[in-house]
């Protein structure tokens, strides 16, 4: 994730929606020369709270497999992705393609660009499903 893309998910998602049982996974990953891990460890503190846990990736593995799983081109790592699950979502061997993302890959990726409202919309959406599925 990146700064820009990280004030985003705070402003237009956590800040938006008070349910508890939202979460953000942040993973941040070593793509260009200034992303270290003390620059994530910086940047984390775009994406405060009880609701984000934060992962340091400095092997890419991740990118690599997210890069799999949403069909992009060989080569390109799956970075400043914006992945949405709703609970329950079990990992296999790889984990399972996502109902929706944003991504600000420009034209690498057939997904929508990152906009924050259209994510957060999809995410109400995700919430109000499960609450009216749930016991």
Known sequence: MCRQGASVIQTAVLDAIDD???RAYVVWV???P???RMAAREASSLVPGKRASHFWDSEGVLARTF???LGLPSGCPAWDVYLTYPAGIRWEQ????PPYWQHQLGAAASAPQLHGETLATHLRLILANQREHSP
Not at 94 to 97: D, I, L, S, W
């Open 20 to 22: 508890p049982s939202l």
């Open 30 to 32: 070593p793509v260009l």
């Open 34 to 36: 200034a992303d270290l």
């Open 67 to 69: 890069s799999r799983v």
């Open 94 to 97: 790889e984990p399972p393609t």
